[in-house]
């Protein structure tokens, strides 16, 4: 595609954009587009309250550089960085901090880059911005909450921190006020203590495409955007959702997310284990269709966790549940880690050596707990078809801490639940017998299995009625962080698999009490889409109020959302004149898969676009075909059109609006250059439009 970039090199953009946030106009250099796709890693304006800059900068800044030396597993010099309070406690050489005075403060001074002592040490240096923030932090604290630590620090402040993964809201929304009112109550709250100004409402052009994009999976066509916009009825933007909800293309959105959620975007095996196990092609199919099914039809979300880990279908339709366990081939470590990132929003691993360097209430014992109720499990091919049977005996395993002291790993649940169970002695041999399962079918020869064997005593059944009974948050708060990061984009909790105390919820009441209105309603799925993007905070233009945009996790305006790969993958297929076709034809597929590779983030920590993607837009065969007109495509006809309608006809069909004033003079000199090659000039002014920061992102 060197051609489009020399076509492209020509087009400029204007230095004037209505859209004002990194977004890139038609006819982008290849420069300017790599400047542009970088730029959309540049951090929001930094809060000036305290409580903020330690949640969003400084926490993760010492979890990064300190926790090592000064956090859950080593304490040097008898300091802690683990919480405020700690800091203000100080250590052995008195207190890190002064409150507002950073020049007076040892944890300021330490990092600076000629200090001695230095930190961190053995030669790392934090960068100047990172001093920065360090230094603004202190200045914003204040003497009242040294005071308020010394009171909190006779207390234990990892049993607190502990507390809080099993603490239920207390928060209730006054009497007769609905669900999205209530949520828009407690983000405005928090908008007037920070005296944060919102933006407006968007526009109804902003409105259907996002939720196009969101629930939908794609942009609207130009017919359905001007149908959406041609509707007198008050209530039209509810009746939108309502109606996308009703789709297959909702099903298949869902399930697309989803399927990164349980399986990742890369197989759930080492090579050698691939080797050894072939893919079974039937069973990827059979788990896709499941969790289509299961969105299709609105199963409630707790039903679905506990079919994942049960792996037992009571219906053709949830053999496919089998997959989350089978596809990870016996591996329980990969089994226990993926259920705590998938389903409870924990990453399990960062205790597998030790107790969670960062949340001190996930203990080593939990990790092993965890992979104890997975490791009797075995994925089996039996005479009714492939399963992930349970044995009844063995699994009984030990781990050991960094002090080389063994122990014996039981059944554990994060609350300290245990399951129960007598250990052979030392030496002492467990047999099989009929008597120990429900289905009288012991896990003996695998190849002989007629059906998969069922334990009396099941390790993943006890874990999967833990995490689906009435009183524990953590099901219902991991989903709706997922949600509300897919709408509004960024969790209540970010990282969206980080809901631990380490990583504090921006709007705590919100979030317990989304999380515990999900459960009262039977953990609706459909009804949360309808809950949240009935609410102001959802449909805030992305256009920031003033000068500076506000922190991220104020939700004050709307945020720039990067398309997922199939998203973005369908939708420039739409814009390319194609009509919205069943999710599974090749052409779809195919370009869904390639943009995978290159666009494999979901639920991305920090959107940081890559010079292989800008590379990719630029020179990838899929792309280069998708801007040529074909039979089935109107870019045909797109190319009969004049100069002046030709512009417009692509603007709306890739942005959803006409261009403004600057664009369509540039868009029309750089036509009227390559007059005598105007179907090529068409290509290259769709695929700069398609390039650009303004297609690529949901805002």
């Known amino acids: 595609m060197n051609s489009q970039c020399q076509f492209s090199n020509k087009l400029q953009t204007s230095n004037v954009s209505r859209w004002k946030h ?9 420069s300017l587009l790599i400047a542009v796709w970088g730029g959309l890693s540049v951090r929001a304006a930094i809060s000036e309250d305290a409580n903020r800059l330690w949640s969003a900068h400084i926490q993760p800044l010492f979890a990064d550089n300190c926790f090592k030396c000064h956090g859950n597993i080593e304490t040097k010099s008898g300091l802690s960085l683990m919480s405020p309070a700690e800091v203000l406690k100080g250590g052995e050489n008195g207190a890190a901090v002064v409150p507002g005075k950073p020049e007076k403060s040892l944890l300021y001074k330490y990092v600076q880059a000629e200090a001695d002592p230095h930190m ?3 030669g790392k240096q934090l960068a100047p911005e990172e001093i920065a923030l360090i230094k603004r932090w202190i200045e914003k604290l204040s003497p009242a909450d040294a005071v308020a630590a010394m009171q909190t620090a006779t207390n234990s402040a990892s049993t607190s921190r502990a507390s809080s993964l099993f603490r239920k809201s207390t928060w209730q929304p006054p009497k007769g006020v609905a669900a999205p009112k209530a949520i828009d109550q407690l983000i405005e709250r928090r908008w007037r203590e920070l005296k944060v100004r919102p933006s407006d409402v968007c526009d109804d052009r902003a409105f259907c495409r996002r939720v196009y994009l969101d629930i939908a999976g794609r942009i609207p066509t130009p017919e359905e955007l001007n149908r959406f916009l041609a509707e007198k009825r008050r209530d039209k933007r509810a009746a939108l959702v309502n109606e996308l909800l009703d789709t297959s293309d909702y099903a298949v959105r869902m399930r697309e997310v989803f399927d990164v959620v349980f399986m990742d975007r890369t197989a759930a095996q080492t090579p050698r284990e691939r080797r050894n196990n072939p893919a079974k ?14 969105f299709r039809e609105n199963r409630p979300w707790n039903v679905v966790a506990r079919e994942v880990l049960l792996a037992r279908p009571a219906t053709n339709e949830a053999r496919g549940a089998i997959q989350f366990l089978y596809g990870r081939k016996d591996n329980a470590q990969q089994m226990a880690e993926a259920s705590g990132s998938a389903l409870l929003g924990l990453q399990l691993k960062c205790a597998q050596c030790h107790d969670h360097p960062l949340a001190p209430e996930i203990k080593q014992a939990h990790y092993w707990g965890m992979v104890a109720a997975f490791n009797r499990s075995k994925a089996v091919d039996t005479a009714a078809g492939p399963g992930v049977a349970e044995s009844a005996i063995g699994g009984f395993i030990k781990f050991t801490n960094l002090k080389a002291q063994s122990t014996d790993a039981r059944v554990t649940f994060l609350d300290g639940t245990t399951v129960d169970e007598v250990r052979p002695k030392d030496g002492e041999k467990e047999t099989e017998a009929a008597e120990n399962y429900v289905n009288a079918a012991p896990l003996g020869d695998a190849k002989n299995l007629k059906a998969v064997p069922i334990p009396k005593l099941s390790r993943r059944e006890q874990f999967a009625t833990w995490l689906t009974e009435p009183n524990n948050p953590l099901l219902a708060r991991a989903f709706v962080n997922r949600v509300w990061t897919m709408l509004l984009g960024r969790g209540l909790v970010h990282p969206v698999d980080r809901m631990d105390s380490s ?8 979030l317990g009490w989304l999380a515990d209105d999900f459960a009262r309603n039977g953990y609706d799925v459909k009804g949360l889409m309808r809950t949240i993007t009935a609410t102001r905070v959802y449909q805030l233009d992305s256009r920031p109020a003033g000068k500076v945009r506000p922190a991220a996790d104020t939700f004050a305006c709307a945020l720039d959302k990067p398309l997922t790969a199939e998203v973005f993958a369908r939708s420039m297929l739409i814009a390319a004149g194609n009509q919205p076709g069943k999710d599974g034809a090749s052409e779809s ?6 943009f995978a590779e290159a666009f494999p983030e979901v639920f991305a920590t920090e959107n940081v676009s890559t010079l292989r993607q800008a590379l990719f837009l630029s020179n990838n065969r899929n792309v280069d075909a998708l801007t040529q007109s074909s039979v089935t495509n109107a870019l045909a006809r797109v190319v009969s059109l004049d100069d002046k309608a030709r512009v417009k006809e692509l603007f709306v069909r890739a942005f959803g609006r006409e261009p403004d004033r600057a664009e369509l003079e540039r868009s029309l000199a750089f036509l009227r250059a390559h007059s005598e090659e105007p179907a090529a000039a068409t290509r290259q002014l769709l695929w700069a439009l398609l390039s650009s920061a303004e297609f690529r992102i949901n805002h």
Not at 281 to 294: D, I
């Open 120 to 122: 961190p040490p053995k």
């Open 589 to 594: 597929a195919q370009m869904q898969k390639v």
């Open 281 to 294: 092609p039937e069973l990827a199919n059979r788990w896709q269709n499941y969790l289509e099914w299961s």
């Open 22 to 30: 990194n977004v890139i106009r038609p006819g982008i250099s290849f």
């Open 503 to 510: 990583r504090a919820p921006s709007h705590p009441e919100l």
